[in-house]
Structures are given as C-alpha cells and as structure tokens.
C-alpha cells in the first residue's frame, strides 16, 4: 500500500486524541455536562455525517465537524484492507472509502445516559453491527482465484494474438518516397508488431482482483443487514483535576470495528 493508505490509521487517532485527548470540553459546569449528548452528536457526525448538533457542543465549524466523518471512513477502508489482505491504487482505495461511507449511513447505535463515577463518566453505547462485510475471508480467495485465472487467460491469449499476427507478416513492401528519392519500406509484420506493442498492455491480476471486490462491496450496499443482537460497548471517560474530559482513543476504534465489523 502506498505512504498515504499506511499513514491513515496514525492521522485518525491523532485527530480522535486531539479531540478528547486533554482539550476542554464546552462547559463550566461538568457535573451538569451532558457527555451523552456530546457523543451522541459525535457519532452522528462520525458515521452519517450530520454535523448540526457536534458543531453547536463542540464550537467548531462544518468542515471541521466533516472531518470526523472523513476520518472515520478511511480508517475504515484501510482496516478492510488490511484485513482482506487487499493492496488498492489510490482510485480503488477511493471507491472503498465511498463504500465505507455510504455502509456507515446505516449505522445502528443507542448512546445510553451517561453515569457520573468517582474517575468522571461511565457510559454505554448499544450497537446493532452491519454484518455484510465480516468474514468475507472465503469470498475473498474466490475473487483472487477468478482474478488470477481471468488475468493468466487474458494475457495468454494476447501473446498468442501477437505471435499469430508475426507469423502472418507476407513481407510486401509497403514503402513510399520521401521526397528525396529514397523509399522507406514498412512491412505488414512491421506495422502489427508496433501496433500489438503499444497497444497491448498485460493483464494484472491484483487490480483486476480488487476491481472484483470492490464490485462485490457495492452490491452488498442494496442489502444491508444487521446481525439483530445488540452489542454493548462501555466508555471509561476520565475527569482531570483542571476539568478536562479524556477519553482512550482504543475505546472509540472498539465502536467502530462494532458499527461495522470485518471479523467475527
């Protein structure tokens, strides 16, 4: 994967770890803060993209409310990746993050009223999973194998093709005057061999191999399913002496592999 897919998973995290890592929350009273609003808000914001409600708790403007959203969906698309052993271009690696955005519009979560405790705030998010793209792992081999067979018998055929056009060549002579009383000769077998090089190009196997998945991705978003089985995720939200609210970033990744999970 390229420098900019590897390095997405460290810029989520970092904006994840600015936004609750140490920065005051809006507020002066936190005992009366209304952290499960503030989450409510923030997910929203993370996996559909309504971004009304975390710009009025948080006081930031729409595109940096959109970035949430956009963070999410590239961790997302690259922890797909990396589960299904996948290595995009930067053009497949955008059509998985659209798949990814449009998957988390269908999120189903509950963010439960938050409990006041000694540390700061324990609170509950119940989730109901989309369950389309977990253990896709035999799927997954099929639509390598296809790909692998369907790129060896493209560029078998194209060899044979050139190699059939060489043997036609009748070796007539095709020249013309230059204009200066030499004749440039051009063969039939010249022509097609200069045409099948930079016409024909091989076949590769991992593009059309992740082109397959992607496809498959996408038909899977006209039937959505949840597992119907709610999971319940807890968040340990500390309280520091200055009144600032941190939250472990690990904690927020848990919610999301359970929004939409890849592994069982």
Known sequence: MTARKKSVL??????????????????TSFADYDVSGY?????????????EDYMAVAGTNEAGAQQNNVTTVENAAVN???????????????????????????????????????????LEVEIDPIVNFQNLEDTIS????????????????????????????????????????DSQDTTEEDVSS???????????ANTLFVDKVIAYCQGQLNALQHSGTAVTISLDIRQT????????????????????????
């Open 10 to 27: 460290g810029a989520v995290a970092l904006c994840l770890s600015l936004l609750l890592g140490g920065c005051s929350l809006p507020g």
């Open 39 to 51: 989450f409510q808000a923030l997910f929203d914001s993370c996996y559909k993209g309504e971004n």
């Open 80 to 122: 797909f990746c990396n589960t299904y052993g996948l290595s995009p271009s930067d053009s497949q690696l955008g059509q998985l993050e659209e798949v990814m955005r449009q998957a988390f519009l269908s999120a189903s979560y509950v963010v439960k009223d938050e409990e006041k405790v000694e540390s700061g705030y324990y």
């Open 142 to 181: 099929q639509l390598r194998e296809e790909a692998e067979q369907e790129a060896t018998q493209a560029n078998s055929s194209s060899r044979e093709e050139s190699s059939a056009d060489e043997e036609s060549g009748d070796g007539y002579d095709y020249g013309y005057d230059d204009g200066y009383g």
């Open 194 to 204: 200069s045409a099948l090089e930079e016409d024909t190009e091989p076949v590769a």
């Open 241 to 264: 002496s200055e009144g600032e609210l941190q939250l472990d970033t690990n904690q927020l990744d848990t919610i999301d592999r359970t929004v939409l999970p890849f592994h069982s």
